[in-house]
């Protein structure tokens, strides 16, 4: 079945550690996104990829960093340098209608991610 | 910029209503949008894909239609029943042709048997 997942499911850190989510996706899709939703405030775009090796800032992109490695895989590292880090983390890819798809989005299942 | 707002925030009906969604964006000049669920705890699902050059996609019991003139989506639902009880999302690129999308903050849908 073709697909995004997302892992681990959930997750807990302490103050001052970093920590890394994992987004794999098996759809052959050029580009990769991160959002993180937090209740109330929908969702907010912190780096995305159109391309293998280049990657570019969303809106709140501070305190996380990524790599695009490998055209399946775009790992979110969430650093301790980010303030709020407790979220909901949602990765999803598109086709991207410059390379002849239609554009559509699709998700993964998320991560949650609470800092104790 | 591109603001998307989504209008209720919440909404309660019986079962077996038909309803409207209602989604409107600042910038029409899109190339698509998209309206997504997403149920407690999970990913978002897409529903419906509406590109420029098309007023309406329909999937089912599901109808969107997109007038870039006025700056509105709706999302139609028809025959409602409990199993879609869900936020609905919309959303539209940040820019014309952009793949960056901005995301109203949802319908929290109540369908009740």
């Known amino acids: 079945d073709g697909g995004i997942t997302q892992s681990p499911k959930y997750l807990f850190r302490k103050e001052g550690q970093n920590v890394t989510l994992s987004c794999e996706q098996n759809?052959?899709?050029?580009?990769m996104y991160w959002y993180r939703q937090d209740p109330g405030q929908g969702l907010r775009l912190i780096y995305y990829?159109?391309?293998?090796?280049?990657?570019q800032k969303g809106d709140i992109a501070e305190g996380y960093s990524v790599s695009r490695e490998k055209k399946e895989s775009f790992p979110l590292t969430v650093t301790s340098a980010q303030k709020n880090p407790t979220a909901f983390y949602l990765c999803?890819?598109?086709?991207?209608?410059?390379?002849?798809?239609?554009?559509?989005?699709?998700f993964g299942e998320g991560s949650r991610l609470t800092v104790l | 910029k591109q603001e998307v707002t989504q209008i209720p925030a919440a909404l309660s009906v019986p079962e077996g209503e038909n309803l409207v969604l209602n989604c409107s964006f600042t910038?029409?000049?899109?190339?698509?949008l998209q309206w997504f669920r997403q149920d407690p705890g999970k990913g978002l699902t897409s529903l419906l894909l509406?590109?420029?050059?098309?007023r309406e996609q329909t999937s089912g019991r599901l109808n969107a239609s997109l007038d870039k003139s006025s700056g509105r989506s709706t999302l139609y639902i028809a025959a409602s029943q409990p199993g879609d009880s869900a936020t609905y999302l919309c959303?539209?690129?940040?820019?014309?042709?952009?793949?960056?999308?901005?995301f109203g903050k949802g319908t929290k849908l109540t369908v009740n048997p």
């Open positions: 999803a890819s598109s086709s991207g209608e410059g390379t002849g798809g239609t554009g559509e989005l699709f």
């Open positions: 759809l052959n899709h050029d580009a």
């Open positions: 990829s159109q391309i293998v090796n280049d990657f």
């Open positions: 910038d029409s000049a899109i190339y698509n």
């Open positions: 509406i590109q420029s050059s098309q």
């Open positions: 959303a539209a690129p940040t820019q014309g042709g952009s793949e960056k999308l901005v």
